[in-house]
Structure formats: C-alpha cells, structure tokens
C-alpha cells in the first residue's frame, strides 16, 4: 500500500469523525517527519510507502488512509528538548543570538501553549545546556511531541 496524501488530522477533527474504526499507527521520531518519501512498518506489522504528493511536512494525528473499519495515523515519538524560559526580552534576546550563532533551530511558544509560559524549545544538546547553566538562564529538559519537526539549519557563510 503506498499513501500519498494527508487526509486530515485526527486533533482537528470532530470525534465522531473517527468513532468505531481501528487505529492502525505508523510511529515516527520527529526526524523522520520532514521525508516525503518512505518505507515503513505500522504498529500491526503493515509495511506501507509513503509518497508525499506536496511537500508538506507530517504532523502527530495525521491521518494517511481511511476506509470504512480503520485508519492509519502517523503517532510521533518524543523528542529530547530544552524547554528554556527567560525572565526578560534582555534575556531572550541574548540567548536566541548565542543559539543563532550555533545555528540552532528554535520553536517558540506563549503562555497559552501547553507549556503554559513563554518558551523557546531547542532539541537538546549538551553543550547548549553547560551555556544556560552558564548563564543562569531558567531551563528544564524534557520529553515532548513537538508540532512542527526540527530542521538541520543549513547555512553559508
């Protein structure tokens, strides 16, 4: 079975849209969410091809095939994330310079998001967090499906 398009996401649609059917997973790291094409294994042992026809990058929930018993959706492993919250714009500002300088990728999020605060989230690294241990900016790390992939930031000088 080769899937080709997103039908929908499972989080935006009403909850009977999806009511009576089997869940059948296709489980990503986050990594792997940016390729259009792919092999791979659902949670029930179907080898399926994604062939993308857009380049429109997967999400967590979405829906790649439907019929009237099942549906398989993409499920997305945590990723291993630094959830940093600086206490001023000073801060903030200083901080997504020095990791702009190391070309890492940022995702930021507001107080109504489920952090539940004004945070950048970098994937982790280690000497990211010897810097904010450094600098005594207030960080944690975490396990998190995070809603748009991280990118290798790629760059010229």
């Known amino acids: ?82 959830v940093i919250a600086p206490r001023s714009i000073r801060e903030m500002g200083t901080v997504a310079h020095n990791l702009g300088n190391r070309h890492m990728q940022a995702q930021f999020f507001t107080a109504e998001s489920d952090y539940r605060a004004e945070v950048m989230v970098v994937q982790y690294d280690h000497t990211i967090e010897d810097y904010l241990r450094h600098v005594d900016v207030p960080y944690s790390r975490q396990d998190r499906v995070m809603p748009v992939p991280f990118r290798h930031a790629e760059h010229t000088h």
Do not use: F
């Open 1 to 82: 079975m080769i899937l080709e398009s997103v039908i929908a996401n499972k989080y935006d649609l009403d909850a009977a849209a999806l009511e009576g059917l089997h869940e059948e997973k296709i489980v990503l790291p986050g990594a792997e969410l940016v390729k259009r094409i792919q092999r791979v294994t659902t949670d029930h042992g179907r080898d399926v091809g994604i062939r993308l026809s857009t380049a429109r990058d997967l999400r967590d929930g979405d829906v790649l095939y439907r019929d009237d018993e099942n549906y398989i959706v993409i499920s997305v492993l945590p990723t291993d994330v630094l």
